[in-house]
């Protein structure tokens, strides 16, 4: 079956580092989404990618869809107190509706 | 705009007891998904709609079903609820197809005691 990874599980930093994570699948799709979920609210869209090679920021994010169409990666510059919280990929195919979700990764700014 | 709301947003319920739990989409949009979110199972896909047809369904078991009405929103179900439905359910609705990425509500929290 279809193998969804996402690493690292948890990070620990400092206010003002950079951060890096990623999603590899066993299989081929056609969009990636990176959503954020604070506690006790459901996650919000950050980056939505739609072809392979493509390259988006916005603001201090920067998300890029793998050439092969089975990997991904959200980077964080400078971070800040509120980027704390848990980061997930949703990969999809076009027409359908249907995301998987990685295990997400939990970010944790130490003082 | 207004996002996708959900109603209500904490729920206690009893062994064998059924639930409907109730979403109002993004204005316009016409696709709404179902999850559920659990400490161990993550985020696992439920279930779609699509003017009013079920277009997509995950791995549940058929105590779990949904319904979705003409103005697009939609309820979801759970019948002979047990311990192990205890979850975050969350709602997402989209334009459907090509035309945009899903976003979520809040969630209705759900506690089987």
């Known amino acids: 079956g279809q193998q969804l990874n996402q690493s690292p599980q948890s990070m620990f930093i400092q206010e003002g580092e950079d951060v890096s994570m990623n999603c590899t699948s066993s299989?081929?799709?056609?969009?990636w989404l990176w959503y954020k979920q604070d506690p006790g609210e459901g996650p919000v869209l950050l980056i939505a990618?739609?072809?392979?090679?493509e390259l988006t920021s916005n603001g201090r994010l920067t998300a890029q869809f793998g050439i092969t169409r089975k990997d991904s990666f959200l980077n964080i510059s400078a971070s800040i107190p509120s980027d704390v919280g848990i980061y997930f990929c949703?990969?999809?195919?076009?027409?359908?509706?249907?995301?998987?979700f990685g295990t997400g990764t939990r970010l944790t700014i130490i003082p | 705009k207004a996002g996708v709301t959900q109603t209500p947003r904490y729920l206690i319920k009893t062994r064998g007891q059924q639930v409907t739990l109730s979403c109002s989409p993004i204005?316009?949009?016409?696709?709404v998904s179902w999850y559920q979110q659990t400490p161990g199972q993550g985020l696992q896909f439920l279930f779609e709609?699509?003017?009013?047809?079920?277009?997509n369904k995950g791995n549940f078991p058929g105590r779990f079903s949904g319904r979705q009405f003409s103005n697009s929103r939609s309820e979801m179900n759970v019948s002979t609820l047990e311990l192990g439905d205890s979850a975050l359910y969350l709602c997402?609705?989209?334009?459907?197809?090509?035309?945009?990425?899903?976003?979520f509500g809040d969630g209705t929290r759900l506690s089987i005691l």
């Open positions: 997402a609705s989209s334009l459907g197809g090509l035309d945009g990425p899903q976003h």
């Open positions: 299989s081929i799709f056609n969009t």
């Open positions: 990618l739609y072809k392979a090679g």
């Open positions: 949703a990969p999809s195919n076009f027409g359908n509706e249907k995301l998987t």
């Open positions: 204005s316009g949009h016409r696709s």
């Open positions: 709609y699509f003017s009013e047809t079920q277009r």
